[in-house]
């Protein structure tokens, strides 16, 4: 009897330790749009960045590779938004494919690019003073859709944060639990 839950304790410890292991090496991408840039950044963790791997642009809808590249040595890749998902109002997919097993996903929304095309990003915008004496209910809400389309990366990334890993009470609770297995193991063998 003892000898099983010796084993099974075994088993539970060497399950933890395989799964901290492999959530190691989990690599991410972010992508955002600048003018009629997107922007990638790829990393395994915020000071390890992929270098060299290789990002696939993706129709949304149709799952059609547009084009494809390489990150530099800071994780980052960017292209210019391809015609065709403006034309067909396509969201753009991208797939990160940074080694063996080590891929990521994301999803540039048609939204967050959709009519800016007549903006370059290498030209900033020139904007001229107009005074203001009263605003329309029509261009508030065009304003507030740009708002709401600038921020929409912003708060993409605060949600990316919040899946940050453990923390140290989850740490120090998981340390407990194998303490704990084996004070319940040694009580069982000083039975004996």
């Given at each position: 009897?003892?000898?099983?839950?010796?084993?099974?304790?075994?088993?539970?410890?060497?399950?933890?330790?395989?799964?901290?292991v492999s959530?190691?090496?989990?690599?991410?991408?972010?992508?955002?749009?600048?003018?009629?840039?997107?922007?990638?950044?790829?990393?395994?963790?915020?000071?390890?960045?992929?270098?060299?791997?290789?990002?696939?642009?993706?129709?949304?809808?149709?799952?059609e590779?547009?084009?494809?590249?390489?990150?530099?040595?800071?994780g980052?890749?960017?292209?210019?938004?391809?015609?065709?998902?403006?034309?067909?109002?396509?969201?753009?997919?991208?797939?990160l494919?940074?080694?063996?097993?080590?891929?990521?996903?994301?999803?540039?929304?048609?939204?967050?690019?959709?009519?800016?095309?007549?903006?370059?990003?290498?030209?900033?915008p020139t904007?001229?003073?107009?005074?203001?004496t009263?605003?329309?209910?029509?261009?508030?809400?065009?304003?507030?859709?740009?708002?709401?389309?600038?921020?929409?990366?912003?708060?993409?990334?605060?949600a990316?944060?919040?899946?940050?890993?453990?923390?140290?009470?989850?740490?120090?609770?998981?340390?407990?639990y194998?303490?704990?297995?084996?004070?319940?193991v040694?009580?069982?063998?000083?039975?004996?």
């Open positions: 009897m003892t000898r099983l839950v010796l084993a099974v304790c075994m088993a539970m410890v060497a399950t933890l330790c395989l799964a901290a959530e190691a090496h989990k690599v991410n991408v972010f992508a955002y749009v600048e003018g009629n840039t997107v922007v990638t950044d790829s990393g395994y963790s915020r000071t390890r960045r992929v270098q060299d791997g290789v990002i696939e642009v993706r129709d949304g809808s149709t799952g590779l547009l084009l494809s590249g390489n990150t530099d040595e800071t980052r890749f960017q292209f210019e938004i391809p015609d065709v998902v403006r034309k067909n109002q396509a969201d753009i997919r991208l797939l494919k940074a080694g063996t097993g080590h891929q990521a996903e994301w999803t540039v929304k048609y939204e967050e690019f959709g009519t800016d095309k007549e903006l370059s990003s290498d030209a900033p904007i001229e003073p107009v005074a203001v009263s605003v329309e209910p029509s261009n508030i809400k065009d304003v507030e859709a740009v708002v709401r389309r600038e921020l929409e990366p912003v708060k993409r990334m605060l990316d944060m919040h899946d940050s890993g453990p923390s140290m009470t989850d740490i120090i609770g998981g340390i407990g194998i303490f704990g297995l084996f004070g319940i040694a009580y069982m063998k000083s039975r004996k």
